[in-house]
């Protein structure tokens, strides 16, 4: 389940950075969907931040928005058809439109899906500065996450152990495997990160931008 964080700052007067207007947002609509809908159907749009960074967003529609029930009181309905707001530590705004998306200015980390379809993602403009180094000496299974992105390191998952799934990750180190030995892995993420679980004795290292 999401974190419902959300980042109380306003969203007037925000230097957002446009990603796409006009027509070229227009072609939105035809992700993931079969035809034409109709004025009359009512389809979801999320708004869903990554990291710790404020993910804000305004978005325009042909037809009419309106407010899902997980509401946060840091969105704004401008009209019925635009909408503006802000989110973060994972958290996510939903919404319910008619027609098409006619305009969408995004600013921060995150992703914008249709119908669970993603739309639009900028957490790839989002820089991995932190590195986990994790090391054992006998067999250790692991679990942490992080409230931003994280990608293996050169000394993870060389030998098919170790998996990542959305921010969470599960992987075993130490001792060896099929006579390879595995003493270390390393991951680079961003936000914060916490270790869930782990089997037995773990040395966990973090380097924190670099520092």
Known sequence: MPDETRDAEATDGIDRRTVLRGATAAGIAGVG???????????RLRFKSAGDETFRYRVSVSGELKREANRDGYDTLVDDNTAEGAASGGGYDDWLFTGDITELDLEGPGMVLKEGEVVEDTTEDEKLTNTVTLEADERVSYKFRVSGRVEKGPKAGTLGVDSIEDNVVRGKVGGSIEGNSDPVDDYRYSGSITVEEASGPLTVTLDIDGS
């Open 33 to 43: 969907a079969v035809g034409t809908a109709s004025a009359e159907e009512w389809k």
